[in-house]
Nanobody, 128 residues
Framework: EVQLVESGGGLVQAGGSLRLSCAAS????????IGWFRQAPGKEREGVSC????????YYADSVKGRFAISSDNAKNTVYLQMNSLKPEDTAVYYC?????????????????????WGQGTQVTVSS
């Protein structure tokens, strides 16, 4: 059974940090790129970051560049999203997703329709 399980969400004050984890199982982790997405109430789901499986090439949304960092531990089949300098506008449900093949498209990494598997999401709330 394919599973992507996010964890690490919570309530944090503006300027604080959180680290999200995405634990994958049930598929060949090395064959998939992993993306992080978020969805705020009343808004569309948007791409936050993506990491390719082998070369660990990364992409970020402009809104999080310099504040968020994505990393991957292939031995643990886990991808992390370190979020620093959090802002109230970062409040959303954060999802991880897996896309085959194992690289992030430079032009389409944030396209939700390209991803094959999704996690259930973890809530991040940033208070002002």
């Amino acid at each position: 059974e394919v599973q992507l399980v996010e964890s690490g969400g919570g309530l944090v004050q503006a300027g604080g940090s959180l680290r999200l984890s995405c634990a994958a199982s049930g598929f060949t982790f090395d064959d998939y790129a992993i993306g992080w997405f978020r969805q705020a109430p009343g808004k569309e789901r948007e791409g936050v970051s993506c990491i390719s499986s082998s070369e660990h090439t990364t992409y970020y949304a402009d809104s999080v560049k310099g504040r968020f960092a994505i990393s991957s531990d292939n031995a643990k089949n886990t991808v992390y999203l370190q979020m620093n300098s959090l802002k109230p506008e970062d409040t959303a449900v954060y999802y991880c997703a897996a896309e085959a093949p194992g690289y992030c498209s430079a032009y389409a990494w944030a396209a939700t329709y390209d991803y094959d598997y999704w996690g259930q999401g973890t809530q991040v709330t940033v208070s002002s």
